[in-house]
């Protein structure tokens, strides 16, 4: 039964909260501290601002810590699938629904829109990568890293994981960061 429990404390403020962790919030506090009593509203700060100074979405690592503390390792998994679900299956109902239309002219002239505003988000997010590791390691290591990027995967095909990894273990190896 706690499984289940588990599954609708973070399904049910995945449905309503839209726009993902920070909307969520409140709902999965209702949810754990009120209708469950799983955590304190202390404990529930202090498991907020956990999740906050890790990196990733903060309603997953939430739901993996709750459901864990509750349920053990099959409850981490139920709490972050239940996080996850309504979101992925939305993808997936819009996904059927753009595929049974693919040869629409509308959604080729929609899918011919989008595709010059997705590369204009994905410069202007590069751009914003660049300026903040130019003044987080300076221009020779980021110069560095971007050629050696580059060559690695225009030059030499190597795997994207490969060369984030590599340029992570630099990082680490060399830059101290």
Request: proline residues 5%; glycine residues 14%.
């Amino acid at each position: 039964m706690i499984y289940i429990h588990i599954f609708l404390a973070f399904f049910i403020p995945g449905i309503l909260g839209y726009g993902g962790g920070p909307a969520s919030i409140p709902l999965v506090e209702n949810e754990v501290v009120d209708r469950y009593e799983w955590l304190t509203v202390n404990e529930f700060s202090e498991v907020l601002a956990l999740g906050n100074a890790l990196p990733g979405p903060i309603a997953t690592k939430m739901a993996g810590y709750i459901g864990y503390q509750q349920g053990g390792i099959l409850g981490a998994g139920i709490g972050v699938f239940a996080t996850v679900a309504p979101s992925l299956i939305l993808m997936i109902m819009l996904l059927g629904l753009l595929m049974k239309y693919k040869d629409s002219p509308k959604v080729k002239r929609m899918t011919s829109l989008v595709r010059p505003t997705i590369a204009v988000l994905l410069g202007i997010m590069t751009i914003g990568f660049f300026t903040n590791a130019y003044e987080g390691i300076g221009i020779v290591q980021t110069g560095l890293i971007a050629v050696c990027s580059y060559v690695l995967l225009q030059k030499m095909k190597v795997s994207p994981a490969y060369v984030i990894g590599g340029a992570l273990l630099y990082g680490a190896c060399f830059l101290g960061v």
